[in-house]
């Protein structure tokens, strides 16, 4: 079945960068994008951006453009997602999340809580 | 981007409730419509994707409809399982947009 695992919970101080990973298994990593996507507290779900598990091309979501940078390493069947420049905004839970290109997000890692405090 | 208002926030419901949740779009997304279920502490969980389409073992309670801008979920009669909190995704021109979430409280 698949499954998609991430990293453990992170501690940063502000303006530090974290990199979470989400190994893949049960499926062809190649053939799916993954997704990220955060959760601050009480906060609805962010898009965050997605890379192409093929070829590694990558669309962000705005907001993250140029603090946020998606990666894969198809040898390891597993996705990165770094963040730069941490605020205590960031502080939140980060999910990964596969999909067949243009389709509904329908896979999910468990979810990594990043947390951003001096 | 592509802007998505989902109403109500919060819905005070009782089991045995037809409950239902909609989703506003700023700029049509045809049927590039999901929704999802999620409970405290956990990833959320497809329920229904392209709009109207049930994801496998989800039960049959739940419906989507729409087209357009406008989207929505029902519940046909609430069950005890389905306390919980419901997001829509926007999933067209490859770029993504969840609405803020309605939760279901008792």
């Known amino acids: 079945q698949v499954q998609l695992v991430q990293s453990g919970a992170e501690v940063k101080k502000p303006g530090a960068s974290v990199k979470v990973s989400c190994r893949a298994s049960g499926y062809t990593f190649n053939t799916y994008a993954v997704h990220w996507v955060r959760q601050a507290p009480g906060q609805r779900l962010e898009w965050m951006g997605w890379i192409n598990g093929g070829d590694g091309g990558t669309k962000y979501s705005q907001k993250f453009q140029g603090r946020v940078t998606i990666t894969r390493d198809t040898s390891a069947s597993t996705a990165y997602m770094e963040v730069s420049s941490l605020r205590s905004e960031d502080t939140a839970v980060y999910y990964c999340a596969s999909a067949s290109y243009g389709t509904a997000l329908d896979y999910w890692g468990q979810g990594t809580l990043v947390t951003v405090s001096s | 981007d592509v802007q998505m208002t989902q109403s109500p926030s919060t819905l005070s419901v009782s089991v045995g409730d037809r409950v239902t949740i909609t989703c506003r779009a700023s700029q049509s997304i045809s049927s590039w419509l999901a929704w999802y279920q999620q409970k405290p502490g956990q990833a959320p969980t497809l329920l229904i994707y392209d709009v109207s389409n049930l994801e496998s073992g989800v039960p049959s309670r739940f419906s989507g409809s729409g087209s357009g801008t406008e989207f929505t979920l029902t519940i046909s009669s609430l069950q005890p399982d389905d306390f919980a909190t419901y997001h829509c995704?926007?999933?067209?021109?490859?770029?993504?947009?969840f609405g803020q979430g309605t939760k279901l409280e008792i």
């Open positions: 995704l926007q999933y067209s021109s490859n770029m993504y947009t």
